[in-house]
């Protein structure tokens, strides 16, 4: 129990290189729109989804409606959806009375490294979960206070964020092991290169991963109608 | 506008957020799933990953638009070929980050 927490910690602790800035960015995007420390860390703690943050931030920022502000944020943060029906197999059966509790520590990267590693060299994938969970749950709560304090101190020039897609790719490159998922791959990369950057409501992303999933299905129907 | 209505906000997309995240491992098992979803489902990290990889490879944002950015996609490319032959995430960050300042400030 106690190893598999620290597999998870341990597996995640190289994103948070990406995380960190990123949480120094959202917070600092609180102060900017004239709210204090309290909102900054209210935002972190009760969203906990920083692409959301801050969408929903910066639109409140310059008036947006409200009905407008907390929609694009849904919309953002709908992929969670995807990401914990897909990670319900790996941790609901083992989860017992923590399964309500469970969906709040769900991120990009605690799917990522949960969903590929979290049964790998006998892990158990609850705590796993929660070791990767919990220590990007503190070092995006203790960034955002900070971001919110000092500002962005971490020059944007030094793109510490592309170590987010660089870790990604390491955990990409083992999970292509059959031809159906690398097909499924260049369908969502494509689609994503495509899309994220023209979509509104940032729900880009969200389409991507429908159309590499949706080649996916419709393949393998192809695949039992010759069976 | 008021600090009271950014509160409102948070609360609601929170609760929303939280929903989103939960209702499928807290419901699994109960019921049977289509077996469309199933499918579907199964090709969900090879989606997501690519599809948070390339945009964050291919473009910059620190406009606030998307813009290509060559820095980038070279570094990722020698990330790919540092990841495709260590699978070592260290070695992979430091290519990558590595390749990433040298290119930028080459290109500049």
């Known amino acids: ?227 | 506008m008021s600090t009271g209505s950014y509160w409102l906000v948070l609360i609601i997309v929170g609760a929303g957020t939280v929903l989103m995240r939960s209702l499928p491992i807290v419901l699994h098992g109960r019921g049977s799933m289509p077996k469309l979803i199933g499918r579907l489902l199964r090709h969900v990290p090879a989606a997501a990953l690519t599809a948070l990889v390339v945009p964050s490879v291919l473009y910059s944002t620190s406009t606030g638009s998307h813009v290509f950015d060559p820095a980038r996609c070279g570094a990722g490319v020698l990330a790919l070929f540092v990841a495709l032959r260590t699978r070592n995430v260290v070695a992979t960050l430091a290519a990558g980050m590595g390749g990433l300042w040298i290119l930028a400030a080459l290109l500049g």
Not at chain 1, 167 to 178: D, G, N, Y
Request: charged residues 10%; aromatic residues 8%; proline residues 6%.
């Open chain 1, 1 to 227: 129990m106690q190893r598999s927490f620290r597999a998870g910690a341990k597996e995640v602790a190289p994103l948070l290189v990406g995380v960190v800035p990123f949480a120094l960015v959202a917070g600092s995007a609180v102060t900017d729109v004239g709210l204090g420390i309290l909102e900054a860390a209210a935002c972190s703690i009760i969203v906990f989804a920083g692409a959301a943050q801050l969408a929903l931030t910066q639109l409140w920022g310059d008036g947006a409606p409200l009905l407008v502000v907390i929609a694009t944020a849904l919309v953002v943060n709908a992929r969670f959806v995807m990401y914990s029906a897909s990670l319900a197999p790996v941790i609901s059966p083992e989860a017992g009375r923590a399964r309500p509790f469970l969906g709040y520590l769900l991120t990009d990267q605690v799917y990522a490294v949960t969903v590929l590693k979290g049964r790998e060299n006998g892990s158990r994938p609850v705590p796993y979960y929660l070791g990767a969970g919990l220590a990007l749950w503190f070092t995006w709560q203790v960034g955002t206070i900070a971001g919110a304090m000092l500002g962005a101190v971490i020059p944007a020039s030094w793109q510490l964020d592309f170590a987010v897609p660089l870790v990604f790719l390491v955990l990409l490159v083992p999970a292509l092991k059959v031809r159906a998922d690398v097909e499924v791959a260049i369908v969502s990369g494509l689609a994503a290169a495509a899309l994220v950057p023209v979509l509104p409501l940032q729900s880009g992303l969200l389409v991507a991963i429908l159309c590499g999933a949706a080649w996916g299905a419709w393949r393998a129907i192809g695949e039992d109608d010759h069976a």
